[in-house]
């Protein structure tokens, strides 16, 4: 159904990464990560679940819109309803694709589903051939499998493939198998079915126990040749396999994969960046392949080996995944022309002239404030830009803070909410909190705070520094992002932001039906 020696990466941080509590995008996101992973040459982006809410289905169907070079595909549950809304969100793809699916273990179909054995074959059949009603191309996973009885397995995958599935996932739901079991169960499933040749096998990895990443690559050394994986292994729980990590493994150790992806690898780092930024979850400095540490010699000996030879301790290229001397030529001085090249050479595109103009004079502001501008001020200046853009109901005036030794710290402060000014003021345990304080004075939001994170963009005392506020109210929760050189306005701003999200129409639902 393939080509043997082309391993098919199939990016879901759009729906299983949008997942993990507090990960939800808009619609402007999405679509900004998906031009982000087409840029990396991804071969198929899942954009959502279609039928969980109007926001998700809006976003799946602005994203199957924009893709051109990349499958956009949308999930579904084995049910009428979800797979014909997700038919209708893809219909103006350049190619779509339809992700069903219906769990196949023991505990699954009797605790959940509460269906027998041969009432999940009959549904899953039912599905794909619907399915095949809006596309060709057609994916069925068994969720729960890596807990499920092989020979069910066996029965259920070659009944779909029967209907008309070209694609069988094969999903550790829970991150329960270890590699050398996972491996072999891809291996039996290719051997034992009968027409297993007229379908791709993909494998879907959680990362409950840290193995979905081993997991991944011991069922493609075993003939998988799709890997459904995120960017920064972002996910519910503990994750999803990472998209840089399995790539990477694939590529670097060729002397033991027998195939090969088409991503443009250089990408790579670019669009860990932007996940990060936009969803708030921020990269831990040891992570594998993109984090601050990742090409990092401290030790000396290390530090000598690598400067007599690179590959001394260095099994791979920085340059390869793309990180590069990221110190940008702008400043105060440059021009509009320069300051939108670098953007595009980013994957940086404003859908509006208005929203340039915008990211110009904030990009102008900064390197008033700051004498370096690096490609990581870029990003969160964009993702600035797109959430002034959506539902920005609460906008800050004004902010005073004062805050010394032996005083406590005070916070005034002035809000237009939908246009009117209101003022509000509050004393605090520190700066920040005084301000949260005082904003909520006038928001009266009721949000409980779940999460207060700070992190610097780049280096230097003069760095912007990046805030992310996590707030929770009746069951929903949200993130908010700011970023300022000044750390109290950067907190505001991304309280502000998450209180425009909570106060505003709920973009999705995180149905955990969704979870393969």
């Not at 990895?205 to 994986?229: F, K, M, P, Y």
């Not at 110190?327 to 021009?335: A, E, P, Q, Y």
């Not at 949000?447 to 700070?454: G, I, M, N, P, R």
Request: contains cysteine.
């Amino acid at each position: 159904m393939s080509n043997p020696k082309r391993l098919i990466i199939f990016d879901t941080t759009l729906r299983d990464g949008e997942q993990s509590p507090g990960a939800s995008m808009t619609k402007e996101e999405k679509v900004r990560i998906a031009k982000a992973l087409e840029k990396m040459r991804v071969d198929v982006i899942e954009a959502g679940f279609p039928v969980a809410s109007q926001g998700d289905f809006d976003a799946v169907q602005a994203v199957a819109e924009q893709i051109k070079d990349s499958t956009v595909c949308g999930l579904s549950r084995a049910l009428d309803s979800d797979i014909d809304r997700a038919g209708e969100a893809l219909k103006k793809a350049a190619s779509g694709r339809i992700h069903t699916f219906i769990a196949t273990s023991p505990i699954h179909m009797e605790r959940k589903l509460r269906m027998t054995p041969d009432q999940v074959v009959e549904q899953a059949v039912r599905a794909v051939r619907r399915a095949r009603n809006h596309t060709d191309d057609v994916e069925f996973s068994a969720e729960d499998a890596g807990r499920s009885e092989l020979d069910f397995l066996c029965r259920v995958f070659e009944a779909v493939i029967k209907a008309g599935a070209r694609t069988l996932n094969v999903p550790d739901t829970v991150g329960y198998n270890l590699p050398h079991q996972f491996g072999e169960t891809i291996r039996q499933l290719r051997e034992r079915i009968p027409n297993a040749d007229q379908a791709v096998f993909s494998v879907h990895c959680h990362n409950d126990l840290g193995l979905a990443t081993a997991n991944s690559l011991s069922a493609v050394i075993n003939g998988a040749r799709q890997v459904e994986c995120t960017i920064n292994g972002l996910g519910e729980r503990a994750g999803n396999a990472a998209l840089e990590e399995v790539v990477m493994a694939v590529t670097t150790r060729q002397d033991v994969f027998d195939c090969k992806t088409g991503l443009d690898t250089t990408q790579i780092v670019n669009c860990s960046r932007l996940v990060s930024n936009i969803t708030g979850f921020a990269v831990q400095p040891n992570k594998a392949i993109v984090g601050a540490n990742a090409f990092a010699h401290e030790s000396g000996i290390h530090q000598d080996g690598v400067l007599k030879h690179r590959e001394t301790y260095e099994i791979m290229s920085a340059e390869d995944v793309g990180w590069k001397q990221n110190r940008m030529v702008l400043g105060k001085h440059s021009g509009r022309n320069a300051f939108r090249a670098r953007l595009t050479e980013l994957g940086i595109v404003f859908d509006t002239e208005e929203e340039l103009n915008d990211a110009f004079y904030r990009f102008k502001e900064l390197a008033d404030k700051k004498h370096e501008i690096f490609d990581d001020d870029l990003q969160a200046l964009a993702t600035d830009v797109s959430m002034a853009t959506d539902n920005e109901r609460i906008k800050l005036v004004s902010l005073k803070v004062c805050s010394e030794t032996g005083e406590t710290p005070r916070a005034d402060l002035v809000l237009a909410v939908d246009g009117a000014e209101e003022p509000g003021a509050a004393i605090g345990s520190g700066p920040v909190d005084a301000v949260f304080k005082a904003a909520e004075s006038i928001i009266n939001s009721g949000a409980q705070l779940l999460l207060f994170s700070v992190n610097s963009i780049t280096s230097g005392t003069d760095a912007q520094g990046e805030v992310t506020v996590r707030l929770e109210k009746g069951g929903r929760i949200v993130n908010g992002q700011g970023a300022d050189t000044d750390i109290v306005i950067a907190a505001v701003k991304a309280y502000l932001n998450a209180c425009n999200k909570i106060l505003g129409p709920a973009e999705r639902a995180h149905p955990q039906t969704g979870d393969v």
